[in-house]
């Protein structure tokens, strides 16, 4: 049986439906949810379906609705908060970092926050350096969040589902790049659990961690290595925090090297947290030290082939692989 | 004319704000002595302000504040030694000892933080009252900040969108006149805070916050309109706190003849001198109540004093709410007592949402006005 293609937006849009209609508690607010349908049409047709009381547009005011929807929560309902993008969300942080990430431990495990805040994430095409930046390492370094980054279609629903009953506060990035890509997506009832990773691609020779947009980047690495008689495994770690160490592990020893892709900055990045990670539990297991493969340490430009050099790209991923592996032309 | 209050609604006040201030005293000298450390700052001077709302709302209604925080629970009805023992940093704290002054919580009492990030608190509370609204149901929430909080972002983006949403949330700040150790005044182009409601087509007043009974009538009225529907409300409480912004500031930023002056304004005289001129209570009703509130807040000390620190293992609690975990009830956990007026709120097959935030008739003949089509 033949599961139906949806687009990545259409897939998030399903499941926020599907969440609203099960549990009335679960509302949605943002710049444009509503009457504009979604700046980037996530929420399209939601307002007619489930009126104006559980579809907000709110003002732009990051850091007051999302104030107002983490008080929300405090007191029972779960909110999903849409971020136009990510990089508005910095002007939200301390809402999200003060009250939201820690209000289960200032209260001493009185309080739950029972929150989504979602939105894109990472480079965006052409739109400089205000526009164009992957943040998840910002979060995924505050206890108290879960931070996930659903690669696909499929995870993008069923993490999107799991994020709206998860009683913890859930940071959710999505691909800007991403909510046009199509894929098979299960109808009705399907959640991924958070904290888990996924095999995308098995292969013996090689492990290439990533998340994200990054994914499409290393499986077509993955497919041109294979030509070359290179088995890559992928691993999707979809969930940044908390880390699957099981699967991460798993896989090292069973490649014994190991590339590491993210579209973010390399200095604090989650890669690097990946690596300490490695090396302090499974040292014995490598046989090259594990590469890494960032955005460039600089800000975004706007210009097209520096925006590109800015970027990982299977090029460079390829490359990080046979370092790792001591071929030649590395 | 009679006093419209009887004797045990001005009983009750004056002894709250009576056990806040000896509360508040005893705090000050442990932290001298060293039991109590972190940032702790004293509401000696402000009772009124914490007291007087307090009696004019229903104890299920939503109170949140800021760091200066010890008050208001303890005007809610709030157990003293477990705040006593958060101060100390001790496992019988409302907070186990993890929050600390700034952050006591006492959710079985409606009581939902204190918050040590200037204004971080104020649109929480506007969210608690759209949850109010969203579920029908007709509870306020009563939400303090100080007077320098009005000049944050938080603040302007908050009261935009709940006097647009008519929010049912009641906004008090407490203008103490200093933002730490910087007058209002050198701060703020518009001093009076209560005008800043008219910005946002809500209704703002000024108060008397050394005066309880003011403080009483002025949140009973708010908290009416807020219920019938009418949006939000900004109470400026003019207040003054006797102590330094926090127990380590000398407060040499001010004169002494200026807290002399203020002194003379002591709401707890004030109230007692009211009872006794109504002919609701005599001396030795007062009497009996200093006795009782000396004795209650030595026990709480000494409650704090002999409770253990926090097990270790309490490090790796109350991050992260685990599959099945139920929420921690602090007077059940430290007391043994059965705590049932924890907050219940509607499941999601339950709750019928029927409010509408923009109705769709609104929408369309606003649409229509500026020319627009759907």
């Avoid at chain 1, 679960?26 to 939601?46: D, H, M, P, T, W």
């Avoid at chain 2, 008050?71 to 101060?87: F, K, T, Y």
């Amino acid at each position: 049986m033949t599961m139906p293609e949806l687009m990545y937006r259409e897939a998030l849009n399903q499941a926020l439906a599907e969440e609203m209609e099960r549990d009335a508690n679960v509302f949605l607010i943002g710049e444009e949810v509503g009457r504009y349908n979604g700046a980037f049409k996530v929420s399209q047709g939601l307002l007619d379906r489930f009126g104006s009381a559980r579809i907000i547009d709110a003002p732009i005011s990051e850091l007051g609705f999302t104030g107002m929807s983490v008080g929300a929560a405090m007191v029972g309902l779960r909110p999903v908060v849409e971020m136009m993008t990510w990089n508005f969300a910095i002007l939200a942080m301390d809402q999200i970092v003060n009250n939201a990430a820690k209000l289960r431990h200032m209260s001493g495990g009185q309080l739950r926050c029972p929150i989504v805040f979602r939105g894109p994430g990472g480079a965006g095409g052409r739109l400089s350096s205000q526009h164009s930046q992957a943040l998840e390492a910002n979060y995924a370094h505050f206890p108290g969040l879960k931070v996930i980054a659903p690669a696909t279609p499929a995870d993008a629903k069923g993490m999107l589902k799991a994020a709206i009953r998860d009683e913890n506060p859930v940071i959710m990035f999505e691909g800007e790049r991403l909510y046009a890509l199509k894929g098979e997506v299960p109808e009705g009832e399907h959640v991924v659990p958070l904290g888990k990773a996924d095999v995308k691609r098995e292969g013996t020779d090689v492990t290439i961690i990533t998340w994200s947009r990054m994914y499409y980047f290393c499986m077509e690495a993955a497919e041109q290595l294979a030509k070359e008689g290179i088995s890559a495994e992928v691993l999707d770690l979809r969930t940044l925090r908390p880390l699957d160490e099981e699967a991460i592990l798993a896989s090292v020893r069973k490649t014994n090297r190991v590339v590491i892709v993210e579209e973010g900055w390399a200095l604090a990045g989650v890669g690097a947290s990946v690596v300490d990670l490695i090396q302090s539990k499974a040292f014995d297991d490598l046989d090259a030290p594990v590469g890494r493969v960032t955005g460039l340490d600089v800000n975004m430009s706007y210009a097209a082939n520096l925006e590109n050099a800015t970027q990982p790209d299977a090029p460079k991923i390829i490359d990080a692989v046979k370092k790792v592996l001591y071929r030649e032309g590395a | 004319m009679a006093s419209p209050y009887s004797k045990e609604q001005l009983l009750t006040m004056y002894r709250k704000m009576y056990l806040i201030r000896r509360f508040e005293e005893r705090t000050g000298q442990q932290y001298t002595l060293g039991k109590i450390a972190g940032f702790c700052h004293l509401y000696i001077g402000q009772e009124a302000v914490a007291v007087g709302p307090n009696e004019a709302i229903r104890p299920d209604d939503y109170m949140l504040s800021a760091y200066r925080d010890h008050g208001q629970p303890l005007a809610r009805g709030s157990d003293a030694g477990m705040v006593m023992a958060e101060l100390f940093g001790r496992g019988t704290g409302y907070s186990k000892g993890k929050g600390g002054s700034m952050h006591i919580f006492d959710i079985e009492h409606h009581f939902y933080g204190g918050y040590g990030i200037v204004g971080g608190q104020i649109p929480l509370a506007a969210g608690m009252a759209f949850a109010s609204r969203y579920r029908n149901e007709d509870r306020v929430t009563v939400c303090y900040f100080g007077d320098a909080a009005a000049n944050q972002g938080s603040f302007h983006e908050t009261l935009n969108m709940a006097s647009k949403w008519k929010l049912p949330v009641i906004y008090i700040c407490e203008n103490n006149r200093y933002g730490m150790g910087t007058a209002i005044a050198r701060t703020s182009a518009v001093p009076e805070i209560y005008k800043r409601a008219s910005a946002y087509g809500m209704r703002g007043e000024p108060v008397d916050g050394m005066d309880c009974l003011k403080m009483y009538e002025a949140v009973k009225d708010a908290a009416a309109y807020c219920r019938a529907g009418k949006g939000p409300v900004l109470l400026e409480a003019n207040t003054y706190r006797f102590r330094g912004h926090s127990v380590a500031d000398p407060a040499t930023y001010r004169s002494k003849q200026e807290v002399e002056e203020e002194r003379k304004n002591d709401p707890i005289p004030k109230l007692r001198d009211y009872a006794i001129k109504n002919k609701l209570a005599v001396d030795s009703d007062f009497e009996a109540i200093d006795e009782e509130v000396k004795a209650q807040v030595d026990a709480a000390v000494k409650f704090a004093d002999e409770s253990p620190e926090p097990a270790l293992e309490e490090l790796w609690r109350d991050t992260i709410v685990e599959e099945g975990e139920q929420d921690v009830r602090p007077r059940e956990r430290v007391l043994g007592v059965k705590v049932t007026n924890w907050p219940k709120y509607p499941s999601g097959q339950e709750l019928k949402v029927t409010w509408d935030l923009e109705p769709r008739e609104q929408a369309e003949q606003a649409d229509k006005k500026a020319g627009l089509s759907r």
